[in-house]
């Protein structure tokens, strides 16, 4: 059918697709593969999990370190920061990032919402312990952290 017998209908439709496309083409927060990485993020180095690159297709290696050994060391938490490292074919201002998502095996802290590169999940846990976790979208990404006294 040629362009100019579409019926207002399908120019409507049209019009909308190309809408949607436009407002989800920006930086939103969530998965953000390809030119619109996140810079590496800065801080906190010491409570840091790397999630590496080609993570998606690794197990206990997807997670640098891991396991994660962490100590209270007297004091009430400690803050964990998982970092998605998974960006590939060049740094993160050209390479392509592989989105993940961290959850807890059994609930113990909050889930990450989909990771972009170089974003970020960082929560605080209270007790001593371990802490088994792995990826929603690559369930063979497992990782463990271990909270001591
Ligand atoms: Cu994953």
């Known amino acids: 059918m040629p362009a100019h017998v579409l019926s207002g209908a399908s120019r409507r439709a049209t019009l909308i697709v190309l809408l949607l496309a436009i407002a989800c083409g920006g930086d939103s927060g969530g998965p953000n593969p390809g030119p619109n990485n996140n810079p590496p993020p800065t801080g906190n180095t010491g409570t840091d999990i790397n999630i590496t690159e080609g993570a998606s297709t690794r197990t206990t290696n997807a997670f640098s370190p891991n396991p994660k050994v962490v100590s209270l060391a007297g004091g009430s938490s400690v803050s964990i920061r998982w970092i998605n490292g998974d960006i590939t074919g060049g740094d993160y201002q050209q390479g392509t990032a ?52």
């Open 98 to 149: 592989t989105a993940h998502n961290i959850v807890s095996d059994n609930a113990a802290f909050p889930s990450s919402s989909n990771l972009g590169g170089n974003a970020t999940h960082t929560i605080s846990l209270t007790a001593a312990g371990n802490y088994p976790y792995h990826c929603s979208i690559h369930p063979n990404m497992v990782g463990t952290i271990t909270v001591n006294p």
